[in-house]
């Protein structure tokens, strides 16, 4: 159902969907969705690293909210994420950051709502990642549940320049 959910978006957006899965998990993801759209549309992490990958989205989006989905937000790319199971908000506090990530569109609690965002918003995606708003709600969250600093221009540049050193040794 999730993938072939994805047939719904506009075809400007098709052309350029790529599909990549974590270490080939999750219920032969990566072959359902290669019989749907074409093996041109999977990319292997032993083709792209992850980092190379994001930096050149123009949105990124995940299922689960851990390590992939943060790394994108540290990372400042525009990233959604799509979560049909709640159970990773299994508190107060995280349900509470679920609704307002929901909220400013940063989630969605199933493919449709999220599929819909994109083909109503693909042409105005940088001003809504960069409005206030949404930039505010990532700097929360990654303050509040990744422990960033305050200055999260500054860790972003770190990151950057060590990763592009470490690709260079």
């Given amino acids: 159902l999730m993938i072939k ?16 899965s974590k270490n080939k998990a999750g219920y032969n993801s990566e072959l359902r ?27 990124v989006i995940c299922t689960i909210p851990q390590t992939s989905f943060t790394e994108c937000i540290f990372y400042n790319i525009p990233t959604i994420l799509i979560v049909d199971d709640l159970g990773y908000f299994d508190n107060k506090n995280r349900k509470n950051l679920l609704k307002t990530l929901i909220k400013i569109k ?5 493919y449709n709502e999220a599929i819909k965002f994109l083909n109503l918003n693909w042409n105005n995606l940088d001003k809504w990642w960069h409005s206030k708003e949404v930039q505010k709600v990532r700097k929360i969250y990654l303050n509040k549940y990744y422990g960033t600093s305050e200055n999260i221009e500054n860790n972003w540049d770190y990151m950057l320049k060590k990763n592009l050193k470490f690709k260079n040794n």
């Fill in 106 to 110: 940063m989630a969605f609690k199933n």
């Fill in 5 to 20: 959910s994805f047939a719904n978006l506009k075809k400007t957006i098709l052309k350029n969907l790529k599909f990549r």
């Fill in 33 to 59: 969705f290669s019989q749907i759209f074409g093996e041109d549309k999977i990319e292997r992490a032993s083709d792209l690293s992850f980092f190379n990958s994001i930096s050149n989205s123009k949105i």
